[in-house]
């Protein structure tokens, strides 16, 4: 399997995207039947967000701490790091999906023109920017789990893994924007 995806990352990359975008559209579209979901009490629902707020935080810590790593030779606790925000990542997506293919999107219950000036622009930059990371995280994800630690420098994975890492951090960061203007300051 691993000489197969070694050859195919692109491929898989794509594959992968596919799937986990098809999940993400599906939850927030309201096309996966809530009947096929285990039903949490509601307090359980009502602390997800502040959970993944709290995840969003410790990503952008590791992801800093990742980025400082391999900067600094570290390949090792770099690989660590960055391993443990892809856990964090997906923590957080199935977290925020299940809350929402069971309850739909949180409203906004600021004034409306905070919402169409501020929220709404900075939600709209926070998806986009989540859903580009999707296929280039999974590529420098499969690039780093396929080849041993001195072939990497020679793929792309340095190049793309620091856009990715740019791009991510900026979503996680105004993710917590969009929490606190949805749960904190209105």
């Known amino acids: ?16 995207t596919v799937v986990s975008l098809a999940l993400v559209f599906g ?30 935080g410790l990503a952008i810590l590791i992801i800093g701490a990742g980025w400082y790593w391999i900067r600094a030779g570290q390949i090792k606790r770099h690989r660590a790091a960055m391993l443990s925000g892809v856990m964090l990542f997906a923590t957080f997506l199935i977290l925020y999906l299940y809350k929402v293919a069971l309850q739909g999107p949180t409203p906004f219950a600021g004034p409306e023109v905070i919402r169409q000036f501020v929220y709404l622009p ?19 994800l499969l690039l780093a789990v396929t080849r041993p630690i001195h072939e990497i420098p020679q793929t792309r994975h340095p190049r793309i893994g620091r856009i990715a890492a740019s791009l991510w951090l900026v979503s996680f960061a105004l993710g917590l924007i969009v929490y606190l203007l949805l749960y904190v300051v209105y």
């Open 1 to 16: 399997m691993d000489l197969r995806v070694k050859h195919r990352v692109p491929e898989v990359a794509g594959i992968l």
């Open 27 to 56: 939850a927030a579209l309201g096309t996966i039947p809530k009947t096929l979901l285990p039903q949490a009490p509601s307090w359980v629902l009502n602390a997800i967000p502040l959970v993944n707020a709290i995840i969003s």
């Open 122 to 140: 900075l939600l709209s930059i926070h998806i986009l920017l989540a859903i580009i990371c999707v296929p280039l995280l999974y590529y420098v």
